[in-house]
């Protein structure tokens, strides 16, 4: 299973910007998919989960300006009201469910998101 990332890029303070990822290859279901990012010189920091029955989960720093939400394969996560402390590389993931009941965490490639003046 692959899961590809899209839609980062360069945006200037206070603008918006809608990251994607959707996973691709042979598996039974996705569990819990969300996000993590890491900035230059810092570790991994949540940034938000949603479960499959579509229970999300926010780091305190995103909340009231990220949503997360997912359909079918993928996940999307739709970032506002951004500043430069949410400059990083994002990382989706995603809790896979393969034939035979084995569970295994994927990781899609980071995606660099940029806020600046």
């Known amino acids: 299973v692959q899961l590809q990332a899209s839609g980062g890029g360069q945006v200037q303070i206070g603008g918006s910007l809608r990251l994607s990822c959707t996973a691709s290859?042979?598996?039974?279901?996705?569990?819990?998919m969300g996000w993590l990012r890491q900035a230059p010189g810092n570790g991994r920091e949540l940034v938000c989960t949603?479960?499959?029955?579509?229970t999300s989960m926010y780091g305190d720093s995103v909340k009231g300006r990220f949503t997360i939400s997912r359909d079918k394969n993928t996940v999307y996560l739709q970032m506002n009201s951004l500043n430069p402390e949410d400059t990083a590389v994002y990382y989706c993931?995603?809790?896979?469910?393969?034939?035979?009941?084995?569970?295994?965490?994927?990781w899609g490639q980071g995606i660099q998101v940029t806020v600046s003046s």
């Open positions: 993931n995603a809790l896979i469910k393969y034939p035979g009941g084995k569970f295994v965490r994927a």
């Open positions: 290859g042979r598996f039974v279901s996705l569990g819990v």
């Open positions: 949603i479960t499959s029955d579509g």
